[in-house]
Nanobody, 123 residues
Framework: VQLQASGGGLVQAGGSLTLSCANY????????VGWFRQAPGKEREFVAA????????TYEDSVKGRFTISRDRTKNTVLLQMNSLKPEDTAVYYC?????????????????WGQGTQVTVSS
């Protein structure tokens, strides 16, 4: 599985970004996909996850109502729409493929990770 996360950048507080996670090997389409983030000096934390067919999503409390995860199985792509961004959202964002079809929230439930994309929100 080869994952590529993209779409990060610098944005002012209150702005929006859309992150994309592309699975170039077109495998694991029946697995859940998650987004995690890691800020400097902090542990990697869960952000959002979606199950294999997109019917079930899970969000970390601080991003509920602001972030939306979705997937296009025909394109093997998962998106993370981020609105009303805050400086505390600044981090490197990673996408990952879950071991199972469900939307897991624990990093150990994921076995393939893409390279991260930097998101910086200025105040």
């Amino acid at each position: 599985v080869q994952l590529q996360a993209s779409g990060g950048g610098l944005v002012q507080a209150g702005g929006s970004l859309t992150l994309s996670c592309a699975n170039y090997r077109r495998t694991a389409s029946n697995n859940g996909v998650g987004w995690f983030r890691q800020a400097p000096g902090k542990e990697r934390e869960f952000v959002a996850a979606i199950n294999w067919n997109g019917a079930s999503t899970t969000y970390e409390d601080s991003v509920k109502g602001r972030f939306t995860i979705s997937r296009d199985r025909t394109k093997n792509t998962v998106l993370l729409q981020m609105n009303s961004l805050k400086p505390e959202d600044t981090a490197v964002y990673y996408c990952a493929i879950a071991r199972k079809s469900t939307s897991a929230i624990v990093p150990s439930e994921y076995h393939y990770w893409g390279q991260g994309t930097q998101v910086t929100v200025s105040s």
